[in-house]
T-cell receptor, first 115, second 115 residues
Framework: AQSVTQLGSHVSVSEGALVLLRCNYS??????LFWYVQYPNQGLQLLLK??????LVKGINGFEAEFKKSETSFHLTKPSAHMSDAAEYFC?????????????FGPGTRLSVLP | DSGVTQTPKHLITATGQRVTLRCSPR?????VYWYQQSLDQGLQFLIQ???????AKGNILERFSAQQFPDLHSELNLSSLELGDSALYFC??????????????FGEGSRLTVL
């Protein structure tokens, strides 16, 4: 079975500071990993995804994540936070399947950006 | 715009009633997923359909049912509604076929309020 944990249900950073959102996964097969962002009253949008190519993945809005197999981690970072980054962030894991995929989402981390 | 359309956007109903939520996936996507998002439970996977057939079931109550029609749109039926069913219900679709890996594209959700 696959699972995802996200350390910290709420993270606050100052504008311009480094953003680090943690994600650890558990998977018995090579995982495919995703980060999604949810702004208030909206659906989830894909930030970036890891599908076994480069371990450092760049996404939209200046975010990136690094897949570390030895640490079973896929942490999300952004060098400089912007007020518009305030949102809920979800890490998800899936595996290749014959009929689509079984996505497992983490509990989410709410990011607040302080002026 | 993700290309996934959900209706209605908002729905208010009473306990004991039945509602139907509708989802139109992105053009060409064969897989449809339903998720429930509430404050205390986070994002919970309900059910997945692939090309009209049920492929995976998550934490879906027996009072809930779903189907995917030949034109690939899907409906989630919620019956004997309880106060605790109040939540945001998301539909997502996936573009990839068997053996491939792709991300989920989410609709904007249907907010259900049970009074």
């Amino acid at each position: 079975a696959q699972s995802v944990t996200q350390l910290g249900s709420h993270v606050s950073v100052s504008e311009g500071a480094l953003v680090l959102l943690r994600c650890n996964y558990s998977s018995s097969v090579p995982p495919y990993l995703f980060w999604y962002v949810q702004y208030p009253n909206q659906g989830l949008q894909l930030l970036l995804k890891y599908t076994s190519a480069a371990t450092l993945v760049k996404g939209i809005n200046g975010f990136e994540a690094e897949f570390k197999k030895s640490e079973t981690s896929f942490h999300l970072t952004k060098p400089s936070a912007h007020m518009s980054d305030a949102a809920e962030y979800f890490c998800a894991v899936t595996r290749r399947d014959n009929y689509g995929q079984n996505f497992v989402f983490g509990p989410g981390t709410r990011l607040s950006v302080l002026p | 715009d993700s290309g996934v359309t959900q209706t209605p956007k908002h729905l208010i109903t009473a306990t004991g009633q039945r509602v139907t939520l509708r989802c139109s996936p992105r053009s060409g996507d064969l897989s449809v997923y339903w998720y429930q998002q509430s404050l205390d439970q986070g994002l919970q996977f309900l059910i997945q359909y692939y090309n009209g057939e049920e492929r995976a079931k998550g934490n879906i109550l027996e009072r809930f049912s779903a189907q995917q029609f030949p034109d690939l749109h899907s409906e989630l039926n919620l019956s004997s509604l309880e106060l605790g069913d109040s939540a945001l219900y998301f539909c997502a679709s996936s573009t990839k076929l068997a053996g491939e890996v792709g991300e989920l594209f989410f609709g904007e959700g249907s907010r259900l309020t049970v009074l």
